[in-house]
């Protein structure tokens, strides 16, 4: 009672003082919503003035699961009073089972893992062009990336340099050389054009 008396009447910081903060020391890198989150459960958020919302965001899927989820929760603390973190310079007794489970639940032959989805667009990137030079016969430093238009997968280099947004690109560059195209979404015949066009560029 003391607590939702105290964010009523403003001797604990309000939504206002938290964005003014972001907006003071913070790079403004995104333009979020005006509600300052402090707790969330389930399907469900919580500002910091004490009202309840529906997570309809999902922190854009990466949150499908729902916020605090009880056997997630379970498993990290398990994981984190045993060992915190194993870098790739060393094997670990979790990385090679968890692998071969996603492997063989989804069919792959090996499994990549990311911390996030704008690593895994790189990472396609870095495979795709290794595959073409070694599978296809690819010369060096010729493979060419196709995108579509008016996508959006994350901010770094790669990302700006493939999109056709300017918010996105405008004074991040120069992105010459790194071999990026971009086609009309569903489009078949601006997919097969290009395709072709690289295609008598190699013969």
């Excluded at 001797?11 to 938290?18: M, P, Q, V």
């Excluded at 005006?34 to 529906?54: I, S």
């Excluded at 999109?163 to 009309?184: H, K, M, Q, T, V």
Aim: proline share 4%; net charge positive.
């Amino acid at each position: 009672m003391f607590r939702q008396l105290a964010r009523r009447f403003g001797s604990i910081h309000n939504s206002k003082y938290f964005m003014e903060l972001e907006k003071q020391f913070g790079c403004h890198n995104y333009h979020p919503l005006p509600v300052v989150l402090t707790r969330g459960q389930g399907v469900h958020v919580w500002d910091v003035e004490g009202r309840k919302y529906l997570d309809f965001l999902a922190a854009y899927s990466a949150l499908n699961q729902g916020h605090v989820h009880p056997k997630i929760l379970e498993a990290f603390l398990h994981q984190s009073q045993r060992l915190t973190l194993t870098s790739r310079a060393f094997y670990s007794d979790k990385l090679g089972p968890t692998e071969k489970y996603i492997s063989e639940l989804f069919g792959y032959d090996k499994t990549l893992f990311m911390n996030g989805g704008v690593e895994a667009g790189e990472s396609a990137i870095k495979l795709a062009r290794r595959w073409g030079y070694v599978k296809k016969g690819i010369p060096d430093s010729r493979a060419k990336i196709i995108f579509a238009k008016s996508n959006f997968w994350g901010r770094t280099i790669a990302a700006c340099a493939s999109s056709d947004d300017p918010a996105r690109y405008y004074r991040f560059g120069p992105f010459d050389g790194l071999g990026f195209e971009l086609i009309d979404y569903d489009s078949p015949e601006a997919l097969e054009a290009v395709s072709y066009t690289h295609l008598r560029a190699h013969e």
